[in-house]
């Protein structure tokens, strides 16, 4: 069973940065499709960001584009949110999941985190 542990959030202005980073329990992540996702408060959860298995090839919810960058550290079975020029829409509690099979990650996770909360908040 994999188990994935998020990192990184916290409380920060508008206009700064965070990075959050999520750990799974496997020597590495090469074949797992990867993503981060949101549910902000009274919101649905949402997609922010989706890392390919195999081929990293990465995808972004408009609202994060050109924002919000998403990458991977195999060997070190880590993926990382680097998030600039954060806003107030972008709090809520952000949750890492992984995937065996498949390049989406919008039709269903097999493993999640217990999440970590963002604030943008002056």
């Known amino acids: 069973q994999l188990q994935l542990v998020e990192s990184g959030g916290g409380l920060v202005q508008p206009g700064g940065s965070l990075r959050l980073s999520c750990t799974a329990s496997?020597?590495?992540?090469?074949?797992?499709?990867m993503g981060w996702f949101r549910q902000a408060p009274g919101k649905e959860r949402e997609e922010v960001a989706c890392?390919?298995?195999?081929?990293?090839?990465?995808s972004y919810v408009d609202a994060v584009k050109g924002r919000f960058t998403i990458t991977r550290d195999n060997a070190k079975s880590t993926l990382y949110l680097q998030m600039n020029n954060l806003k107030p829409d972008d709090t809520g509690v952000y949750y890492c999941?992984?995937?065996?099979?498949?390049?989406?990650?919008?039709?269903?996770?097999?493993?999640w985190g217990i999440g970590t909360l963002v604030t943008v908040s002056s």
């Open positions: 496997v020597p590495t992540t090469t074949y797992y499709t």
């Open positions: 999941a992984a995937k065996r099979l498949g390049p989406e990650c919008s039709d269903g996770m097999e493993y």
């Open positions: 890392s390919v298995r195999i081929s990293s090839t990465r």
